[in-house]
C-alpha cells in the first residue's frame, strides 16, 4: 500500500503593515488540514489593523479538496477576503486556473493564475 501525502505548508512575513504569505498545498487537502492552518492565519491577522496580505500559493502537488474542506477554504475567503491584495497562483493544471477566476469574485484583490514561479513572484512583489 502507498501513502499519500497531503496538507498544506505556511509561511508568513509581515513588512509594516504587509504581509506576505505563501501557501504549498500537497495532495488532496482535507477539513483536517484547514483545522490546523486557519487558527495561524486568524491569528496572524487579528493583530494587524486593514492588513494588506499578498499571498502566493504553489498548487504544483495539489490535487483538489474533500468537500467539507472545499467549504473550509470558502469561508477562509469570505472571512478574509477584504484583506488580500494580491493572490499568485503557481499551478499547472487547467482546472486550478477556473479556481482561480472563481475565487476572484470572493476576494477584493486581484488573482492571478501562473504557470512559472518566477513570474509569479516576480508580479507578487510589484507595488
Not at 62 to 68: D, P, S, V, Y
Amino acid at each position: 500500500m502507498q501513502t499519500k501525502k497531503h496538507g498544506i505548508t505556511i509561511g508568513i512575513q509581515r513588512v509594516e503593515d504587509e504581509f506576505f504569505v505563501s501557501l504549498k498545498a500537497i495532495g488532496k487537502l482535507t477539513h483536517a488540514d484547514y483545522k490546523k492552518i486557519t487558527p495561524i492565519i486568524d491569528s496572524s491577522l487579528a493583530s494587524i489593523k486593514d492588513p494588506k496580505v499578498k499571498l502566493f500559493l504553489d498548487a504544483v502537488e495539489f490535487e483538489g479538496w474533500e468537500l467539507r474542506a472545499a467549504w473550509d477554504d470558502f469561508e477562509i475567503g469570505l472571512k478574509h477576503g477584504n484583506e488580500f491584495v494580491k493572490i499568485a497562483i503557481y499551478g499547472n493544471k487547467g482546472w486550478q486556473e477556473m479556481s482561480a477566476k472563481i475565487g476572484s469574485w470572493f476576494t477584493s484583490g486581484t488573482i492571478k493564475y501562473f504557470e512559472d514561479e518566477q513570474e509569479a513572484l516576480s508580479w507578487l512583489s510589484e507595488k
